[in-house]
């Protein structure tokens, strides 16, 4: 059964920075891609970036450019996510998924989230202006 746990969540102000985590256990062979999306209240879940875990592309969403950064651990068990410079508009539960399939398009446009179907239970991210 495979697991996903995200880490890292919090409060901050905006301009400051927090960094995710998500550690990926109970699987054997190896994800092909993974990515962090995120869903705050009323809204739809949305993605935020995407890598390749096979080659180290990444894809992000218009709205966090430039600011966050999508990365990968050399064994590809763990997936980061390096948010700077945070606006009160990240605020936001925010959720690792994984892929096994290697048939979505990394983009962008950031792949649906319905092309994933193994996620985590989310870590809660705070930015106070």
């Known amino acids: 059964q495979m697991r996903l746990r995200e880490s890292g969540g919090g409060s901050v102000q905006a301009g400051g920075s927090l960094r995710l985590s998500c550690a990926s256990s109970?699987?054997?062979?190896?994800?092909?891609?993974m990515a962090w999306y995120r869903q705050a209240p009323g809204a739809e879940r949305e993605g935020v970036a995407v890598?390749?875990?096979?080659?180290?592309?990444?894809a992000y969403a218009d709205s966090v450019k430039d600011r966050f950064i999508i990365s990968q651990d050399n064994t590809k068990k763990t997936v980061y996510l390096q948010m700077n410079s945070l606006k009160a508009e990240d605020t936001a539960m925010y959720y690792c998924?994984?892929?096994?399939?290697?048939?979505?398009?990394?983009?962008?446009?950031?792949?649906?989230?319905?092309?994933?179907?193994?996620w985590g239970q989310g870590t809660q991210v705070t930015v106070s202006s």
């Open positions: 109970g699987y054997t062979g190896y994800t092909k891609y």
């Open positions: 890598i390749r875990t096979g080659d180290g592309t990444t």
């Open positions: 998924a994984a892929d096994f399939e290697g048939r979505l398009s990394i983009g962008p446009p950031l792949p649906s989230r319905w092309k994933f179907a193994n």
